[in-house]
């Protein structure tokens, strides 16, 4: 059975620093790996999705990695913003077809202005 | 963008009542929809995958007679909790996967409170 885990749980930092969050799944074979943003009271936004044979994915001040075969990804955050305090969650997908997917338990981050 | 409409956002009912959630996508169409749970301080947790017009595909330990899952079309599912007690106090997300490029887009999730 999959699992995911994320660290830290939790994380505070001032505005402007560079920070990176970690995720770790216990089965190597997947088909992607997505980070997402949670806002309290509001649904998931997709932030980055990358593909099994994909190493990174980069968008505006985010960058996602991922090492397959270790079993692991990070979500690099450059230039932190207090919008960017957010609950973020890690999930992969198994397979290609109508398969759902497992997340972590999150990151809680507060970016302090 | 694509947007997923889940309603209510939050619902208070009494113990042995049930409660339906619906889960719409609003430009798109999605032949598989998914449910999940989330208790405080939790991960989300997949419950079942909803396909459009079959019987859903339940995860290990959902019960299916308690939580029924309709999608009648391609762009409505929606989740019934039956006889609700208050361990099924929870939040439930959905999400719908664009069958044209696959996309994933979530719901903003219903909190429900069960007493």
């Known amino acids: 059975k999959q699992e995911v885990t994320q660290i830290p749980a939790a994380l505070s930092v001032p505005e402007g620093e560079n920070l990176v969050l970690n995720c770790s799944f216990t089965?190597?074979?997947?088909?992607?790996l997505q980070w997402f943003r949670q806002d309290p009271g509001k649904g998931l936004t997709s932030l980055l999705l990358?593909?099994?044979?994909?190493r990174e994915q980069t968008s505006g001040r985010l960058n996602a990695s991922l090492d397959k075969s270790s079993g692991r990804s990070t979500l690099y955050i450059a230039a932190s913003q207090p919008g960017d305090s957010a609950t973020y969650l890690c999930a992969v997908r198994k397979g290609g077809g109508a398969d759902g997917l497992t997340f972590g338990k999150g990151t809680h981050l507060i970016i302090q202005p | 963008g694509a947007v997923v409409s889940q309603h209510p956002s939050w619902v208070i009912c009494k113990s042995g009542t049930s409660v339906k959630i619906e889960c719409r996508s609003l430009d798109f169409q999605a032949t598989t929809m998914f449910w999940y749970r989330q208790f405080p301080k939790q991960s989300l947790m997949l419950m079942a995958t909803?396909?459009?017009?079959?019987?859903?595909?339940?995860e290990q330990g959902v019960e299916k007679d308690k939580f029924l899952i309709n999608h009648a079309s391609l762009t409505l599912s929606t989740l019934t909790v039956t006889s609700a007690h208050p361990e099924d106090s929870s939040f439930y997300i959905c999400?719908?996967?664009?069958?044209?490029?696959?996309?994933?887009?979530f719901g903003s999730g219903t909190q429900l409170s069960v007493l």
């Open positions: 990358i593909q099994s044979s994909q």
């Open positions: 089965d190597s074979a997947i088909y992607n």
């Open positions: 909803s396909n459009e017009g079959s019987k859903a595909t339940y």
């Open positions: 999400s719908a996967r664009d069958r044209i490029n696959e996309k994933l887009f």
